[in-house]
C-alpha cells in the first residue's frame, strides 16, 4: 500500500533529486551559502563552519591550480580523518583531480602499490601520526614511484618536492580555483 504524500515529504524527493546533478564541491559551496555559521566538521577540540572550511579548500585548490593541478590529474589523501583531510579532498573537488584513497592504517608497501598503481602524481600525508613517520616513507619510495611529483604536508617536514598544506592555503587565501565543468554522473572525480 503506497502511504499519502505530504508536502514535506515531496520536498525532500525533490530536493535529493535535484542534489544529484551537483558535484560535491558545489555541495559544500550551497552549504556555505545557505548555512555558513554552521558546524561542517569536528576534529578533536577543533571545529570548523561549512565557510570556513570552504575558504580554506577555495585557498588550497587555487594554490594547486597554480602549481599546475587539473581537472582529470590524480592526488592521494593517505591521511587519518581529520579537517586536513576535508579540506584536501574538497580542494582537490573544486578542480576535478581524481582523488586515489590510501587508508592511513597501511604501511610503506601497500601505499607504494597504490601510488604507483593510480599514477598519482600528488599525496597528501601527515609527517606523523600514531607513532608512524609518513614521510620518511613516502621519501623513501619515490623512486620507485616516478609520477609522485608532489608531497603535500600536515604539519612540518622538508624535502624535495614537499609542501606544507598550511603555507599553501595561507597563499591562496582569499582566491578561488578557476571553474571546473564537472559531470556528477560521468566524471571519475565525482566517483
Known amino acids: 500500500m503506497k502511504l499519502p504524500a505530504t508536502k514535506n515529504s ?4 525533490q530536493a535529493l533529486e535535484a542534489l544529484k546533478s551537483f558535484s560535491l564541491n558545489q555541495i559544500l559551496e550551497r552549504s556555505d551559502a545557505m548555512a555558513p555559521e554552521k558546524t561542517a566538521v569536528v576534529d578533536g577540540n ?5 565557510s570556513q572550511l570552504n575558504a580554506m579548500a577555495d585557498a588550497l585548490a587555487a594554490a594547486l591550480a597554480e602549481m599546475g593541478f587539473k581537472k582529470g590529474d590524480r592526488a592521494a ?8 583531510l576535508m579540506v584536501a579532498f574538497y580542494a582537490l573537488q573544486k578542480l576535478g583531480v581524481i582523488v586515489v584513497w590510501v587508508n592511513a592504517l597501511y604501511r610503506k608497501s601497500e601505499a607504494q602499490f597504490i601510488l604507483k598503481d593510480s599514477g598519482a602524481k600528488a599525496v597528501f600525508i601527515f609527517k606523523e601520526w600514531n607513532d608512524h613517520d609518513f614521510l620518511d616513507d613516502i621519501l623513501a619510495l619515490r623512486k620507485e614511484v616516478p ?8 604539519g612540518n617536514g622538508v624535502g624535495d618536492g614537499v609542501y606544507s598544506m598550511d603555507e599553501l592555503i595561507q597563499r591562496g587565501s582569499g582566491s578561488k580555483a578557476p571553474p571546473v565543468q564537472m559531470d556528477s554522473q560521468d566524471d571519475l572525480a565525482m566517483r
Open 46 to 50: 577543533q571545529r570548523k563552519t561549512y
Open 147 to 154: 609520477e609522485l611529483e608532489s608531497i603535500f604536508l600536515a
Open 77 to 84: 589523501i593517505y591521511m587519518k580523518n581529520s579537517i586536513e
Open 10 to 13: 515531496l520536498y525532500r524527493v
